[in-house]
């Protein structure tokens, strides 16, 4: 069974950094794309950005970009978010997703459709 299992999130001041990871098990870690996406208080979940398989091409919300930087590690099965001078605006509940990395994942990135497998969230405060 696939997990994904996030960490990092945490209360931080406005203009500090904090390193979101996801680690993932239960599959393969190639060939599947994974990104982040959060979700604030009654709002809609939204994304922040994606890695491919291969870790050559990455994709940022224009909100974040920028200031957010994502990377993978194959050898330890792990997706990062690094997060860098983080606005009150970016309080969320950020949450891990991977899909399979199909020619429509390319269109399709930016929504919640392509993605498989979820995980449960890291809470993530900046403090105006």
């Known amino acids: 069974q696939v997990q994904l299992v996030e960490s990092g999130g945490g209360l931080v001041q406005a203009g500090g950094s904090l390193r979101l990871s996801c680690v993932a098990s239960?599959?393969?870690?190639?060939?599947?794309?994974t990104a982040w996406f959060r979700q604030a208080p009654g709002r809609e979940r939204e994304f922040v950005s994606a890695?491919?398989?291969?870790?050559?091409?990455?994709y940022y919300a224009d909100s974040v970009k920028g200031r957010f930087t994502i990377s993978r590690d194959d050898t330890k099965n792990t997706v990062y978010l690094q997060m860098n001078s983080l606005k009150s605006e970016d309080t969320a509940v950020y949450y891990c997703?991977?899909?399979?990395?199909?020619?429509?994942?390319?269109?399709?990135?930016?929504?919640?459709?392509?993605?498989?497998?979820w995980g449960m969230g890291t809470q993530v405060t900046v403090s105006s």
């Open positions: 997703a991977d899909g399979r990395e199909t020619p429509d994942f390319f269109a399709y990135y930016r929504r919640k459709d392509p993605y498989e497998h």
């Open positions: 890695v491919t398989w291969s870790g050559l091409r990455t």
């Open positions: 239960g599959r393969p870690f190639s060939r599947y794309a």
